[in-house]
């Protein structure tokens, strides 16, 4: 006789199993419609007064921890850095997330992971960043840490979904390295994007890593909008270099 119970074992993970997909993470999480987004209710970030990159985090956490376990570094964790920095297989964040976690208790924040969305990648590994970026969000924030979203977009017709899961009203942060601003060519496709994420999430504050010497950040202000800039460590190697 066929039953019409639920097959109730269909999602309960087999022995010795991992959780590739860090779904113990995100229970609880509640996401958007349509694409399925996880979302943060609320934006916790606040103005950073400096910013370091995850790879220099992680290669300071042994020294620093072992001299004090309770250390603090009064700034915010980025990861505008080349992937392969923080999303390797051996030891990349979405795989060994606690290890992330662990490493952001003792900064003031974390600007959540800037997962690449270039324009030639297919739609669907650009939709999984945004979809990592946006769990990590939610992760950081239910581990009690600030964050601020950080916000990537491709070409137009990742608009519909690029945007979802962020709170409107408050900070977000972007990464102009890497960001296509630099050709002229390209320009365009990161204004426009701007201007929509601007339009779509209305940010009171935008943290910008890298350069903010474009006129695009000159109208954004005439907007009312607050730009804080940190200029990239290539930046500042070059800065330092010229002050000899």
Request: glycine fraction near 8%; include cysteine.
């Amino acid at each position: 006789m066929l039953s019409n119970e639920p097959n109730c074992n269909y999602n309960k993970p087999r022995s010795g199993s991992k959780d590739i997909w860090n779904a113990r993470l995100l229970d609880g999480a509640t996401y958007t419609e349509g694409n399925d987004m996880p979302i943060c209710h609320i934006c916790n970030g606040t103005i950073p007064i400096g910013v370091t990159g995850y790879d220099d985090a992680l290669s300071l956490h042994k020294k620093l921890f072992r001299e004090d376990p309770n250390y603090h570094v009064d700034k915010y964790i980025h990861t505008y850095i080349d992937d392969q920095k923080f999303d390797g297989n051996r030891s990349g964040i979405w795989f060994y997330p606690e290890k992330f976690i662990d490493i952001a208790h003792h900064y003031s924040g974390v600007i959540s992971p800037d997962f690449s969305t270039y324009a030639d990648f297919p739609d669907s590994l650009k939709r999984w960043n945004i979809y990592r970026m946006r769990a990590f969000d939610y992760i950081l924030q239910k581990n009690c840490i600030r964050v601020i979203p950080n916000v990537r977009w491709g070409t137009s017709e990742t608009w519909e979904y690029c945007f979802d899961g962020i709170p409107i009203n408050g900070i977000i942060a972007i990464g102009v390295i890497a960001s296509g601003i630099k050709k002229i060519s390209n320009r365009k496709y990161f204004i426009d994007g701007l201007y929509k994420a601007i339009e779509v999430l209305k940010p009171h504050t935008i943290i910008i890593y890298g350069s903010d010497n474009y006129d695009i950040f000159d109208k954004i202000r005439e907007l009312g909008i607050k730009i804080i800039a940190f200029p990239s460590k290539t930046n500042l190697a070059f800065m330092k270099e010229g002050s000899k």
